[in-house]
C-alpha cells in the first residue's frame, strides 16, 4: 500500500513504524509502575516487552528514554490495546508539546 498506512493482523497502521530498544517505565492506573524495553514504536503507539501483565483495555502513562542524553518522552494517557505474556501494546492518548515534537523529530531522524 502507499502512503503510511498499511494492513497487518486485520488492522489499519496510521504511522510509520520503527523496530528499536528503549527503555520504558510504564506507571499503572494502581500506582504501580513497572519497567520494560519499547520494541516497535509509532507516533501513535507502542509495543512493550515486559514481565509484568498489564491488562487490555487498562489506562497508562509512559515515560520512553529514545535517546539517553535527552528528556524522556512521556505520554500522559495511553490505553493497552493488546496484551500477551510478556508483551502489550499501548495507543498513545495524550502527549504533551514538547513530548509530541521529540516524538517527532526522532521519527524524522533528528535527536534535539
Known amino acids: 500500500m502507499e502512503g503510511s ?16 530498544e528503549c527503555p520504558v517505565v510504564v506507571y499503572q492506573d494502581d500506582g504501580a509502575s513497572v519497567t520494560g524495553t519499547v520494541f516497535d514504536l509509532s507516533l501513535g503507539g507502542c509495543a512493550i516487552e515486559s514481565e509484568a501483565a498489564v491488562p ?8 520512553l528514554r529514545l535517546i539517553e542524553d535527552q528528556p524522556a518522552v512521556k505520554v500522559e494517557l495511553g490505553r493497552v490495546s493488546w496484551a500477551t505474556r510478556r508483551e502489550f ?24
Open 89 to 112: 501494546g499501548v495507543q498513545f492518548v495524550l502527549l504533551d508539546g514538547a513530548s509530541r515534537a521529540r516524538l517527532e523529530r526522532f521519527f524524522m531522524g533528528g535527536s534535539k
Open 5 to 20: 498506512e498499511r494492513v497487518w493482523m486485520g488492522e489499519i497502521r496510521r504511522h510509520a513504524r520503527v523496530a528499536l
Open 56 to 63: 487490555v483495555e487498562s489506562h497508562v502513562v509512559l515515560e
